[in-house]
């Protein structure tokens, strides 16, 4: 009987310690920095998943944090001054790692 005890009792430990670490392993993942390319006329304000990430200005690239993880997919949103949706496309982290983290975003004449 002792034996089946102490073995239920190592079980669970093993299960609590991957629920518990696990969230923590995921949250520890750096920021992957995101290149972003506004081949437009216009400042756009870029957003990761609805969270304002910073300005890219008319014809020019920057570098913006946010990307972290492997899993789920990412919205990116450009709008212009006015708040218009400019451009927003939604990107696997596998899409990402094929682009080397850099999106870019044509003008308007070449969105589709």
Known sequence: MKRGHS???LLF???????VMLPMVAAC???V????ENQTDMALTIYLKDNEKGTV???STEKIKG???TLGEWQIVA???QGEVVFSKIFTPTE???LDYKVVIPPPSQIK
């Open 7 to 9: 073995n239920s009792a």
């Open 13 to 19: 430990t093993l299960v609590l310690l991957i629920v």
């Open 29 to 31: 993942e750096p920021d």
């Open 33 to 36: 920095p995101l290149e972003i």
């Open 57 to 59: 200005g008319p014809k």
């Open 67 to 69: 990307i972290t993880g």
């Open 79 to 81: 709008k212009n001054s």
């Open 96 to 98: 990402l790692h094929e």
